[in-house]
């Protein structure tokens, strides 16, 4: 478990504590290292992430995407060799998302760690993957490249990454009929 990071999609920060305490917490509570070597190892993840001298705000001092790379920081205070992000940039706006994006694939370079992204952003994940798996409902229904996957001959793939909806039947008649039948 010492070797695996989580990323949450809403950071899971602990708002009591400071960005630097927060990056800590893991070091504190896995390791046996003294208090200096955790604070040097706790502000340098935070200056990998670029929140360099934020170490003594607290959460909420923090902007959306600040707060995803305080996350992130944390994640990979431990080194882990395997990172788990869940919806990497739900709530940032395009260009934040893209930034978080290019942090993302510097970090798994520089620090040799295999990532999974759970996420619906296509552009995100058509951007840090190698292999990506479409879900629907709970079924794989394909893994494979980039390319193999843009280019499935699978139509509920192409509705997915072509944002092209359902039929959905609406039937406000009888929806009105079965309400005042109810009330009635």
């Known amino acids: 478990r010492r070797r695996i ?21 893991p070091l504190r509570e896995h390791t046996r290292l003294d ?7 706790s502000r340098l993840k935070l200056e990998v992430v670029n929140l360099g001298g934020f170490q003594d705000l607290m959460p909420s001092q923090l902007s959306g995407g600040m707060v995803k790379r305080a996350t ?3 994640a990979i205070v431990m080194d882990p060799r395997l990172m788990f992000f869940d919806e990497p940039s739900a709530g940032l706006d395009p260009v934040v998302s893209a930034e978080l994006d290019e ?3 510097q970090l798994r ?5 295999s990532i ?15 292999t990506i798996t ?18 499935a001959d699978n139509e509920r793939i192409q509705d997915l990454l072509n944002r092209r909806p ?19």
Not at 134 to 150: K, N, P, S, Y
Request: glycine letters at 8%; hydrophobic letters at 45%.
């Open 5 to 25: 990071g989580v990323s949450f999609q809403g950071g899971a920060l602990f708002t009591s504590m400071t960005v630097g305490e927060n990056v800590a917490l």
């Open 35 to 41: 208090e200096s070597t955790i604070r040097i190892m």
């Open 72 to 74: 992130l920081a944390r």
């Open 103 to 105: 942090l993302i694939l």
């Open 109 to 113: 370079g520089a620090m040799r760690m």
């Open 116 to 130: 999974v992204v759970v996420t619906h952003e296509l552009e995100s994940a058509f951007k840090i993957a190698d």
């Open 134 to 151: 479409v879900l629907d409902q709970g079924r794989v229904l394909m893994t494979g490249t980039v390319a193999e996957v843009r280019a």
């Open 166 to 184: 359902r039929e959905v039947e609406v039937n406000v008649d009888e929806y009105l009929r079965r309400l005042t039948e109810e009330q009635g």
